[in-house]
């Protein structure tokens, strides 16, 4: 009996692995499947008062990822936070893969029905190609393209300003972010202004320095593998332990907010780290700063 129950225990052994294996396997495909809604309320001293209370859902790095048939689930996660606006920063396809036919318009067409919808490039647009033509698709979808540009946004008798970038791998001869920002002064003097950059990295020397009051950015996937006390593992330039992967930061006086992200690029995944759909509240008051997810 005893020699009997030695054979069973290689079996045994194999079977519990295999388990683990699919049960890691599920937890892995979960982690990058289902998304997350974080909510975000930094708050500012110079907001105008018909802003306050603003609900702005900041969506990046698609990466030509479905979330269910004609991404029905993000724009029901999106139709649930009852926003104000909509921020797209960037990535909304991939240079490594080919978008699913009707992919933009789609998803355009998805968001711009919920509220008012604001876009900027990132580096896969430029790298996959055609993006005047991308750009076209979401402008007859009702987006904003903000390609160095900049718009008043109106609430409650108050305005604002949004300026959004090109990103860097865009045209050698575009416009430079100083140019958008200086124009920006040279228009309305000194407004509140949100400044829509692909590039969190870009922030601490750059984007910070251009006297927005809130920068939003994508790009760096909450840094793909999240663990306890770190600001992400991995990069996407692949550098370990990077900073301004998630969240909010606060430097030269502008505040940046750099989103998750919802898709992956090539052969990366997350871990610890589910596709987001980033809620930004603005608040008015002393500069800090909350977060809360469900």
Not at 29 to 56: K, M, Y
Not at 226 to 252: C, H, I, M, Q, W
Not at 270 to 288: D, M, Q, Y
Request: aromatic share 10%.
């Amino acid at each position: 009996m005893a020699k009997h129950s030695k054979k069973r225990r290689p079996l045994r052994t194999a079977l519990r692995l295999l388990a683990a294996a699919l049960l890691a396997a599920l937890f892995v495909h979960w982690d990058n499947t289902a998304i997350q809604t974080a909510w975000f309320e930094p708050v500012f001293s110079g907001l105008p008062a018909g802003f306050d209370g603003c609900r702005i859902v900041v969506l990046g790095d698609l990466h030509s990822a479905w979330f269910g048939r004609g991404n029905e689930r993000l724009t029901d996660a999106v139709r649930e936070a009852e926003p104000d606006y909509i921020f797209l920063v960037g990535d909304l396809v991939d240079a490594f893969r080919e978008a699913p036919e009707g992919y933009a318009e789609t998803t355009a067409a998805g968001l711009a029905d919920i509220a008012p919808v604001y876009y900027v490039t990132g580096n896969h647009e430029w790298a996959a190609g055609d993006v005047p033509e991308l750009k076209e698709t979401l402008e007859a979808r009702g987006v904003t393209v903000l390609d160095n540009r900049f718009v008043t946004l109106e609430r409650n008798g108050d305005a604002i300003v949004l300026a959004g970038i090109d990103d860097p791998n865009g045209y050698a001869d575009q416009k430079p972010p100083e140019t958008v920002a200086a124009e920006v002064c040279a228009q309305y003097g000194d407004p509140f202004w949100i400044l829509l950059a692909h590039r969190n990295n870009l922030f601490p020397h750059r984007y910070s320095l251009l006297g927005a009051d809130l920068v939003v950015s994508g790009h760096g996937h909450g840094g793909l593998v999240r663990l306890p006390f770190t600001d992400g593992l991995v990069s996407t330039e692949r550098t370990l332990f990077p900073s301004y992967t998630a969240g909010l930061y606060e430097k030269n006086g502008s505040v940046l907010f750099v989103t998750r992200g919802l898709g992956n690029s090539g052969r990366t995944f997350r871990l610890f780290n589910r596709p987001e759909a980033a809620v930004v509240t603005l608040k008015s008051g002393e500069l800090e700063s909350g977060e809360s997810e469900s």
